[in-house]
């Protein structure tokens, strides 16, 4: 199960070699150099092997078998196990995969626990910037953090786009009800979203303070960068996630409005209808002495009330704007 993505070797900023798994553990105990193995779904066995390798701890080891519900950063001595998620959509489902990084003096591995873009390109930046990737291991796993948060952007930027999208639906028409289940669903994927990207607030904050042998000072400032990224994707999703819930009480005040709208429409026809309908109740009651009954023009003369009152109250209505 699970593949070698890439194996390297670098030193002074550039590549050495591509290697075997089994021989990271040897180039990175030479001086100045530092391995990047990267894994896609690594078995159990593949992680052994590279704790016989890297000295990880057993408790790394064991944390990166299983799945978490957060990123989160552990430390192990003078090594770091980071847990990061990328956002996905997949069918217009929203999916998140998990990725483990491995980061200590002379190595930084990462395992990729599902179908989520490659970290090939991250791979060619930073060999294409051998200056920076002189400082080793601490500007890839600056640069792979970087990565991750960068990948909430585009999705973020879709579910604003879908959002706005019913907010002019929702302007034009009546609210329905597949409209109100997508916002709701828009707005849980949002806050599913915060879940995975608040943590990373805090791993940035922690990377910034961590003096490790590997961790350049002169790294911070990237780390910090980092941290900044994620501080406005937090607050682009909290926008998001209050233009979604916005966009449900407007729908629901312009179907209210409608609504009463209607109800004054029914309510001014219904009274209008009401008149004439009490004036023939009156003479439909059979009284003996009703002299107007045997009156020549009674007919035409109740005739004439009835479409004077009608046209009265329909004249009433419209200046008051009910009809």
């Known amino acids: 199960m699970g593949r070698v993505v890439a194996a390297a070797v670098y030193n002074a900023g550039r590549k050495v070699t591509d290697i075997n798994i089994d ?137 604003h786009e879908e959002i706005q999208d019913l907010e002019c639906n929702v302007l034009t028409k009546a609210l329905q009800e597949c409209d109100i289940q997508r916002l709701h669903r828009l707005r849980r994927e949002v806050l599913r979203m915060r879940r995975y990207v608040a943590p990373m607030v805090e791993i940035s904050e922690e990377l910034q303070r961590l003096n490790f042998p590997f961790i350049d000072k002169q790294m911070r400032p990237y780390f910090r960068d980092v941290q900044i990224h994620v501080t406005r994707q937090m607050e682009d999703l909290t926008t998001i996630g209050e233009l979604a819930t916005q966009t449900i009480e407007v729908g629901m005040w312009l179907e209210s409005s409608r609504q009463s709208v209607t109800q004054r429409k029914f309510a001014a026809w219904a009274a209008i209808l009401a008149f004439p309908t009490a004036v023939a109740g009156i003479y439909g009651m059979n009284f003996k002495n009703m002299p107007e009954l045997s009156w020549h023009y009674g007919y035409y003369a109740v005739l004439g009330v009835i479409g004077l009152g009608c046209v009265g109250l329909y004249t009433s209505f419209k200046r008051s704007g009910w009809l």
Do not use: M
């Open 23 to 159: 021989e990271g553990g040897k180039w990175a105990q030479k001086p100045g150099h530092f391995v990047w193995i990267g894994l896609e779904e690594p078995s159990a066995q593949v992680l052994e092997t590279l704790q016989g390798q890297f000295d990880l701890h057993e408790l790394a080891i064991e944390d990166a078998l299983e799945k978490h519900s957060r990123p989160k950063l552990e430390t192990f001595g003078d090594a770091l196990f980071i847990v990061t998620y990328s956002p996905i959509l997949e069918n217009g489902e929203l999916v998140f995969i998990e990725t483990h990084i491995f980061a200590g003096t002379g190595y930084v591995i990462t395992c990729r626990n599902g179908d989520s873009q490659s970290y090939a390109q991250v791979r060619q930046k930073c060999e294409a910037r051998p200056l920076l990737l002189e400082h080793g291991e601490d500007f890839v796993l600056y640069a792979l953090l970087d990565f991750v948060t960068e990948n909430y952007q585009p999705v973020s930027e879709a579910i």
